[in-house]
């Protein structure tokens, strides 16, 4: 409960900074900063595998999901200067896929700039990650749309599966 609160108001002043700062690619409201994340895992943390049906019913309910650590994959949806360099946005899956397109949820990913430096949209990736619960923000088209948010802890650029 105490993130959820932390976490809602540094997302609204990082949604006002982005909203004022004119973009109209994507302006997210709710989003929490890096200096404001909870604390990373202890490097004996564990992260659960999950099936395809798994990562389905935590993307349905991510806000009962809170604080449980999982791998997940996925495609780099979009990673510039709008999400700034501690924010993405991906397609997520529990498994891995072949296509980009199979991956089947729009989720924002947060985390260390460090960790993000080298990794750029239409990529291929495997993460490490913490169910933050979800989190709403504005669309291009002037729309708002509530996705899955997660605390990248770890995140490893792969190469696309050879069809």
Known sequence: ???RAITAVISAALGLILAASGSTALALSGMPTASAQAPRPAPTATYDDLTAREWALIAKDPDAHVGERY???GVV????AVTGAELLRADVDGIRHTYAYEYPTNTVLTGDAKAFADVVADDVFVAKVEVLGTITYE???GGETTVPSLQ???ITVTP???S
């Open 160 to 162: 696309p599966t050879p």
């Open 1 to 3: 409960m105490k993130n």
């Open 139 to 141: 669309t291009q088209l």
């Open 71 to 73: 791998v997940v994959y």
């Open 77 to 80: 949806t979009q990673a510039d």
């Open 152 to 154: 990248v802890d770890s």
